[in-house]
């Protein structure tokens, strides 16, 4: 059976779409799928030192569009974790260098070899992230709780409706639930109710993101890490199993330290 | 929320930022939506052309509808000349109006 290609987008950069496109893949992968993640924001190489494998890169998907290479000698296999895969974009070329009907194709080959094709899109909406939609079936829209970030994912939905995917999910990531307690910040309803999207996860903010990627590695795999959890539960949800998306609830410790204002 | 923060939203009464936040974004996005449609104007402006012509003769070529802020919220303005109102035409809709009751 051909593998399900999906599409990670959100409008507006730095909303931690690459972090997402590396754990959730991880986690599938960490299922037993085989995975392959490509990079599709040509020029702006990111996913290969989110994910740690910089330095084991020869060809990349440029390389592979224009026919300097076989796709199986550009994919890069993780040091880590089984089944998962990454096609590198490329640093050094510009985003014209490859049109949407040859991603279309790439994705149509990764899919016979592929349970998963995930595709890391560039932040924008132009030519790029029509390159990257273009091979896809399903979207997921990634968002911060911020008014600037709602707003271009919301743009980003309508070009996903007008487009031919089948379907688009919503994740919301770095939510702080102190904050969030406090009224200070939109929760998951606030902005599921302003998008009218399906909501697929609610990722916390946890400063172990930062830290395992400073370091090359992948908060998924940690067992302490609460982004971690979510990510690996976002990707059970993918993959068919019913996870419920829960409200993080907060410990009496924690509403102790909140009412005496010594969060921190 | 600490017990200064209760304190001192109860003394100012101010509303916690993200009821402003969707505010800001409901607004916003109903604009974004509806100039990213123009089409979807074009298709109101037809119907709306068509029901009021079955009342009084109105000119389609000069009728404008748009989009505006009035204080904090957003309306839809339609103008809509009209050439003329024939009696008939008004006598024609009070029957239907009656008949409807």
């Known amino acids: 059976m051909p ?11 730095g909303v931690g779409k690459t972090t ?9 992968a960490l299922r037993g799928k085989r995975v392959v993640l490509v990079d599709a924001d040509i020029g702006l190489r990111n996913l290969d030192v989110v994910l740690g494998l910089e330095n084991r890169i020869v060809y990349d998907l440029v390389d592979v569009v224009e026919g300097t290479c076989r796709l199986k000698q550009a994919l ?18 510009m985003k014209d260098a490859v049109r949407p009907e040859q991603m279309r194709a790439l994705c149509e080959e990764l899919r016979k070899d592929f349970d998963y094709v995930i595709v890391d899109s560039p932040a924008g909406i132009e030519r790029g992230f029509q390159n990257a939609i273009a091979g896809a079936d399903e979207a997921i829209v990634i968002t911060t709780p911020d008014v600037s970030a709602v707003r271009d994912a919301d743009r980003v ?11 688009h999910k919503l994740v919301i990531n770095r939510v702080r639930m102190d904050m969030v307690r406090k009224g200070e910040m939109l929760d998951q309803e606030d902005v599921v109710e302003i998008l009218a999207i399906e909501l697929l996860g609610v990722v916390p903010e946890d400063e172990k993101v930062v830290i395992s990627t400073n370091k090359g590695e992948l908060v998924v795999t940690e067992s302490g890490s609460a982004a971690g959890k979510e990510f690996m539960r976002i990707a059970r949800r993918i993959d068919g ?24 | 929320m600490s017990l200064v923060d209760i304190i001192a939203r109860i003394i100012k009464r101010e509303e916690p930022s993200k009821e402003k936040a969707k505010k800001r974004l409901k607004l916003v996005l109903m604009q974004d939506r509806a100039v990213l449609a123009p089409e979807i104007l074009g298709l109101i402006k037809d ?7 079955k009342y009084v003769d109105v000119e389609g070529e000069g009728t404008e509808l748009s989009i505006e802020s009035i204080g904090d919220a957003y309306a839809l303005i339609a103008s809509i000349p009209i050439r ?13 109006a009656r008949r409807g009751q």
């Open chain 1, 241 to 264: 199993e019913e996870v419920p998306i829960e409200e993080e609830r907060e410990g009496f410790m924690d509403w102790l330290k909140g009412i005496f204002g010594r969060r921190g």
């Open chain 1, 76 to 93: 890069v296999k993780d040091k880590r974790i089984q089944e998962l895969y990454l096609l590198p974009a490329s640093q050094s070329r």
């Open chain 2, 84 to 96: 003329e109102v024939k009696r008939a035409v008004v006598k024609e809709a009070m029957m239907r």
């Open chain 2, 47 to 53: 119907e709306v052309i068509g029901v009021i012509s």
């Open chain 1, 20 to 28: 997402a496109v590396a754990n959730i893949g991880a986690g599938l």
């Open chain 1, 3 to 13: 593998g399900r290609v999906m599409v990670i987008t959100s409008g507006k950069g």
């Open chain 1, 157 to 167: 939905i309508g070009l996903l409706e007008a487009s031919s995917l089948s379907s």
